[in-house]
Structures are given as structure tokens and as C-alpha cells.
């Protein structure tokens, strides 16, 4: 079955960087936009990255927040989407979540929206504080 599981979150101080890991299994990678959201206690879920699979265009979006600090990527032989996450800020602090899209594309009007997705790993907390 589809199973997504993520890694690579911690603690950190701010300003530092992390690369989290959203590995994929069940399916075949390359053929569905993968998106990355994240969650902070009290608050909705937010879209923050997606990437098209490299069969659509390899297009990628991101939120404004974290535009020029965030870069998605992927590595369709490890089976693998990455998020390398620089400069961070406390109010980066959440439950990060990578999610399987329904197609190859990631919808340019609505790739932030949970709805776009089916399948949802079991997240990985990153904590930004001194």
C-alpha cells in the first residue's frame, strides 16, 4: 500500500538548516506531484512546498514565508522528495507532513489545499529555539 514517511526534523536553533526526507513506497514516485505542509499547535494545516513529478514539468511552488529559504527537490531513484529548509524562524515550529498528490502536476491554483492530496505521512516535528 501507499505509505510516505518522513524524517529529518529537530530542534534548531534559529537561522540554522535542515533537510527533511519524505520517503515513498507503494507507488511509483515520479508519477504524482508530492507536496509538503506543515501544521504549529492551535493552527491549521498550511501548504508549504510542492513539486510536479518530473513525467509533468518538475514545476515547484512554494508559500510566501518561505520563499528563498525553502527549496523542494526530488531523487526519484532513492523513492525520495526532499525539503532543505535554511534560515529558520521560531514561527517555522510544526509538524511537517509530505503528502502524495492525485496527479502528475501540482495544481497551480490550489497545491496549498489539503484536499489536492491522498495519502499523508505521519509528519516529523521541527522545533526552531535558542
Known amino acids: 500500500q501507499v505509505q510516505l514517511v518522513e524524517s529529518g526534523g529537530g530542534l534548531v536553533q534559529p537561522g540554522g538548516p535542515l533537510r527533511l526526507s519524505c520517503t515513498a513506497s507503494?507507488?511509483?514516485?515520479?508519477?504524482?506531484?508530492i507536496g509538503w505542509f506543515r501544521q504549529a499547535p492551535g493552527k491549521e494545516r498550511e501548504g508549504v512546498s510542492c513539486?510536479?513529478?518530473?513525467?509533468?514539468?518538475?514545476?515547484?511552488y512554494y508559500r510566501d514565508s518561505v520563499k528563498g529559504r525553502f527549496t523542494i527537490s526530488r531523487d526519484n531513484t532513492k523513492n525520495t522528495v526532499y525539503l532543505q529548509v535554511n534560515s529558520l524562524k521560531p514561527e517555522d515550529t510544526a509538524v511537517y507532513y509530505c503528502?502524495?498528490?492525485?496527479?502528475?502536476?501540482?495544481?497551480?491554483?490550489?497545491?496549498?489545499?489539503?484536499?489536492?492530496?491522498?495519502?499523508w505521512g505521519q509528519g516529523t516535528q521541527v522545533t526552531v529555539s535558542s
Open positions: 503528502a502524495k498528490g492525485q496527479y502528475l502536476y501540482c495544481s497551480a491554483w490550489g497545491w496549498w489545499a489539503p484536499a489536492e492530496y491522498d495519502d
Open positions: 507503494g507507488f511509483t514516485l515520479d508519477h504524482y506531484a
Open positions: 513539486i510536479s513529478s518530473n513525467d509533468g514539468d518538475g514545476s515547484t
